[in-house]
């Protein structure tokens, strides 16, 4: 029972884990009140699950702020990049929608819109961990994360589902999960972007001059 109980057992790791995640969950969900500062809250929630997914802890909250502040303006501009991007699609899927017949035209360009909004999620679901950890313009993140998101398809796909389902059983199957909600999903996701930026940072080695 002690063991079972001990700092260092798993179920004082996991608790440990689960109430750190809550935390930085409430302080991403804060700073996100104002709407506008989504992307940087966002960059500074990657910032610090990038690092908790390799175990390096720190001071949570210390860090949260330090990425927020240092990251705010590129990532205020991708997010509101972003947002009018998903605005006019979802007006397009609204016009769709009230279409009166669907022609084989419409159809194409259903097809077109919806091939739009796969690419605009995968580069949602990279864009902001890129800048958590990389150094670059808005044009070259946003170019990166289209170009990354696209080569690794199959794990974009993978993260996409994986976090509707996360949400999903969140809200129908195990309420309590949603207290973890977007930390919990970006500290899963950490882990595979922390695997892909150690294979990119070999690659860039690997390929520079002796």
Not at 86 to 103: E, F, T
Not at 153 to 164: E, K
Request: hydrophobic share 55%; proline share 3%.
């Amino acid at each position: 029972m002690n063991g079972l109980f001990s700092i260092n057992s798993p179920l004082w790791r996991f608790m440990d884990k689960a109430l750190r995640l809550i935390w930085l969950n409430l302080l991403w969900f804060l700073c996100c009140l104002p709407v506008v500062t989504i992307g940087a809250a966002t960059t500074a929630l990657y910032s610090v699950t990038l690092k908790y997914a390799r175990d390096e802890e720190g001071y949570l909250t210390r860090s949260f702020f330090q990425a927020f502040r240092q990251n705010f303006r590129q990532s205020t501009i991708i997010w509101l990049v972003m947002a009018a991007v998903g605005i006019l699609l979802g007006l397009d899927l609204i016009v769709y929608l009230r279409a009166s017949s669907v022609s084989l035209t419409q159809s194409a360009l259903m097809l077109i819109f919806f091939t739009a909004v796969l690419l605009y999620l995968f580069v949602s679901l990279y864009v902001y961990a890129i800048v958590a950890h990389f150094k670059n313009t808005v044009g070259q993140y946003m170019k990166n994360a289209l170009i990354l998101s696209i080569c690794h398809w199959p794990a974009s796909i993978l993260m996409i589902t994986g976090g509707v389902a996360f949400f999903l059983a969140g809200m129908l199957i195990f309420p309590p999960l949603l207290f973890v909600g977007t930390a919990g999903f970006c500290y899963l996701c950490s882990k595979y972007f922390n695997r892909l930026f150690d294979r990119l940072a070999r690659a860039q080695a690997a390929s520079l001059p002796a």
